[in-house]
C-alpha cells in the first residue's frame, strides 16, 4: 500500500500505468488505495470486478463494475451482488449469468418488436378491405400468446461454459437489425400468401366492404389471425437464442409447454 501511494503521487504516468497493468498482487492496502486502485484501472479502459468480505472493501465494491460481497456481513451492503460461497468462484457464475441477461434482453426486445410488426402487418392486410381483427382476438394474442411465452422464453438458464468471445451489446448492430428484418420479410411474405389464397378458394366469398363499420367477420380475418398466431410463437423460438451463452431451447421446459401447445 505504501509503495503503490508513493507511485501515485511521485511515479511518471508511463511509470505508473506499467504498474497498473503489469502488476498482480496488491496487498497491504488501504480502504481508499483499493477504491482509488479501482478507479484508475477503469481510467484505463478496463472493466474491473471486486471480490470483498469485509467493511473496508465498502468503497472498491461500489466504485467497481462488478462489485461481489464474499460475505452477508457489512460488505453486502455495498455490493451489488452477494456470494453464498466463500471464495471467488462465484466470478464465473456472474459472469455467465450477466452474458445470459444480456442475451435474454436483446432476444425480449426483438421478439416483442417484431410481435408489432406482425401485428401492423395483419392489420394492414385487412384494412385494405375495411377490415381488422376483433376485441377478443387481440385480448387472446396478448393475454394468452405473447404473454406467457414472452415469460417463458427469457427464463433460460445459462450455458455451463464461458465462450471466450462476448455477445453484442450493441441494440442497433448488424446482427440484430438483419435478423429482425429478415424475420419481418418472411411473416408479412406469408401472411400476404395466406391473405390471396384464402380469396383464391372457390368457396370464398367477398365479404360486404361498410366504409363507416370494420368488418371482423370475414374469411380473410379468420386466416390471418391463425396463422399469426403461430407466427408469434414460431418467432419467439427463433429469437430464444441458445448456446454459446444460455442453454438450449429444450432445455427450458416452461417455454417447451407453451411453444408446444
Known sequence: GEVFRWMIDFAPIETLRRMLIKGTIFARMSPDEKHELIERLQALGYTVGMCGDGANDCGALKAADIGISLS????????????????????????????????????????????????????????????????????????????????????????????????????????????MIGQVMICSVVQILVFYYTRAQPWYAPPEVDPDELNV???????????????????????????????????????????VS
Open 72 to 179: 452477508e456481513a457489512e460488505a453486502s451492503v455495498a455490493a451489488p451482488f452477494t456470494s453464498r460461497s466463500p471464495d471467488i468462484s462465484c466470478v464465473i457464475e456472474v459472469i455467465k449469468e450477466g452474458r445470459a441477461a444480456l442475451v435474454t434482453s436483446f432476444s425480449c426486445f426483438k421478439y416483442m418488436a417484431l410481435y408489432s410488426l406482425i401485428q401492423f402487418t395483419s392489420i394492414t392486410i385487412l384494412y385494405s378491405f375495411a377490415s381488422s381483427l376483433g376485441d377478443f382476438q387481440f385480448l387472446y394474442i396478448d393475454l394468452f400468446i405473447i404473454l406467457p411465452v414472452a415469460v417463458a422464453m427469457a427464463r433460460t438458464l445459462p450455458y455451463p461454459d464461458i465462450h471466450p468471445k462476448r455477445p453484442t451489446a450493441n441494440l442497433v448492430s448488424k446482427k440484430v437489425l438483419i435478423s
Open 217 to 259: 367477420i370475414n374469411p380473410e380475418n379468420s386466416a390471418l389471425f391463425l396463422v399469426s398466431s403461430f407466427q408469434y410463437i414460431l418467432v419467439a423460438a427463433v429469437f430464444c437464442v441458445g448456446p454459446p451463452y444460455r442453454k438450449p431451447m429444450y432445455t427450458n421446459r416452461e417455454f417447451d409447454v407453451p411453444a
